[in-house]
């Protein structure tokens, strides 16, 4: 009961930040709507309030969420082109750029190859250039952002790039519309660490007690952190005080026994009846009709819904906006983070090497299952129908976990969908389909490690490759002549890189092991 009770809470609280009318972490409202029309393969932009494409056509790569009216996109050379939607055109950057932010009160954080982190304002003119020490910065909010150092220590900027909280803890979440923010002063890997709140300045407004609380998410939502209580859910104030909740749903809306229901803001609410997803207002009068599958809130007055894999976009009252139909878009993400240029190589290497021994892949040992797997907790099995692999990040690296055989399959007296409707897999949603459960036999074949070194220097995953292979010793690992890695353990490595992506894919059977690519990139 307790794990359903905070599953559904993190569904609520995700969708709530992502798109409702009250003010969120980032405070953005989405005007433009990066969509793959039907019948492309290419990215185009709607206007959300019109209705209108923009730029059809114009991406193979899909655009980052448009904030401030600026977004960016990966070119043909894996890097970043920034963009202003008046000239969908043109980049208004002229310098190479790796990694960005989204823009935020008319600010981004970029990084170039082999360079520190910068500030830049929206013609791409650098503000400020930050610390050489600072690994990752997130958008501002609230003239704020989150930096993460070389040092695994977390603090915050302004948008002038000066230091206004000391780089001194071991986690550090986003400023909210109340000025607040939830960090730890204990280490990142400290499993016992105390955290407390903060205000915008830094100073500490409470201690939060983790013997009587658990964390359900990290921020602030209308004034109040939702945290667990036991088998209930209870609210804090900025104080720390158990205050009512403000979202707590209205009665008619509970006696309606909807399978599911996700607040969309504004005092409506996402709802699923039977197999179908409608939306309705706090007394439950129906206002998008129980006709789609699939629905999202996209601002206080826009929802993007389907009866199949096809797409449209409708007002709070159902009634479709433009004549846009699309089988793809992307909703607003405020998790993207720019990355400095260039990595320490040693360091990387043996972050890298950590996950690893002769027995052992990111966690996963030989002879395991997906029962012995622990990636699947708060996961839709229906996802996975089908399937023989999960991703998953495991910072500072992307894992796939492959199995033998199919991860999940329909229960008994169900059909196969006939089509996708998922979002983009930053976005949050309601979903309804068939019915399925995991194939916790299925055995583990191998793990696939990926680390992304597309924001450093061309060279740089060749030298960490020389690294690890020199410590591959070190690991119980033997090189053999055609530049594989065995075990006496009866395990296998392989090492490659290519588009700016180093991989290591570790196998239980030596026998199934394939060569990788090593394709250098040359801008």
């Not at 989405?30 to 990215?43: A, D, H, I």
């Not at 930096?147 to 000391?166: C, N």
């Not at 070194?453 to 030298?463: H, L």
Request: proline share 5%; with cysteine; glycine share 6%.
């Amino acid at each position: 009961m307790k794990k359903t009770l905070l599953m559904m809470a993190v569904v609520a609280l995700i969708a709530l930040c992502s798109c409702s009318q009250e003010k969120n972490i980032y405070q953005q409202e989405t005007r433009y709507l990066p969509v793959m029309l039907q019948g492309s393969n290419k990215w185009s932009i709607l206007n959300v309030e019109t209705g209108e494409v923009i730029a059809k056509d114009a991406w193979v790569n899909a655009p980052s969420p448009v904030v401030d009216d600026m977004f960016w996109v990966y070119n043909a050379n894996n890097r970043i082109d920034i963009y202003n939607v008046a000239n969908c055109k043109t980049p208004v950057n002229k310098e190479v750029l790796s990694s960005a932010t989204c823009y935020s009160d008319g600010y981004a954080i970029v990084s170039k190859p082999n360079e520190p982190l910068m500030i830049i304002d929206k013609n791409c003119n650098k503000v400020a250039q930050l610390s050489p020490s600072i690994l990752t910065a997130s958008m501002f909010a609230n003239g704020r952002a989150v930096v993460h150092t070389d040092l695994d220590r977390y603090g915050y900027i302004d948008v002038k790039g000066d230091t206004v909280i000391k780089a001194d803890m071991g986690y550090a979440a986003g400023f909210n519309e109340d000025d607040v923010a939830l960090v730890s002063f204990s280490e990142a890997s400290d499993s016992a660490k105390v955290m407390s709140v903060i205000d915008i300045n830094g100073n500490k407004l409470y201690d939060l007690d983790m013997s009587k609380y658990q964390i359900i998410t990290p921020y602030y939502r209308m004034g109040v952190l939702v945290v667990a209580k036991n088998d209930s859910l209870v609210c804090l104030d900025r104080n720390g005080k158990e205050v009512p909740n403000p979202l707590e749903t209205p009665k008619k809306i509970k006696e309606a026994n909807y399978r599911d229901r996700v607040y969309a803001g504004d005092n409506k609410y996402m709802v699923i009846k039977g197999d179908r997803m409608g939306l309705v207002d706090k007394d439950n009068n129906v206002l998008i009709p129980f006709d789609y599958k699939f629905i999202q809130n996209i601002s206080p007055t826009r929802y993007v819904v389907g009866k199949d894999s096809v797409m449209i976009l409708v007002d709070d009252h159902g009634k479709q906006v433009g004549k846009a139909k699309f089988i793809d878009f992307k909703a607003f993400n405020s998790e993207g983070q720019a990355v400095r240029g260039y990595i320490n190589l040693e360091v990387t290497a043996a972050n890298l090497l950590s996950f690893i021994d002769e027995d052992m892949a990111a966690f996963a040992k030989k002879g395991s299952t997906l029962m012995d797997v622990n990636q699947l907790v708060g996961v839709d099995p229906t996802q996975y129908v089908g399937l023989k692999q999960i991703d998953r990040p495991l910072p500072p690296m992307f894992c796939s976990y492959i199995f033998d055989s199919e991860i999940a399959s329909l229960t008994s007296g169900n059909a196969a969908p006939a089509d996708s409707l998922g979002t983009t897999p930053d976005s949050t949603s309601l979903t309804a389909g068939p019915q399925a459960e995991f194939n916790y036999g299925a055995k583990l074949r191998g793990v696939a490690i990926n680390f992304l070194v597309i924001e450093t220097a061309p060279g740089t995953e060749e030298r960490l490759l020389q690294l690890m292979s020199s410590a591959m010793g070190t690991k119980g690992f033997t090189l053999n002549p055609d530049g594989t890695f065995t075990s006496n353990a009866g395990t296998a490595v392989v090492m490659g890189y290519e588009k700016g992506v180093f991989k290591l894919y570790y196998y239980f059977d030596p026998s199934e092991v394939k060569p990788l690519p090593r394709e250098s990139r040359s801008v």
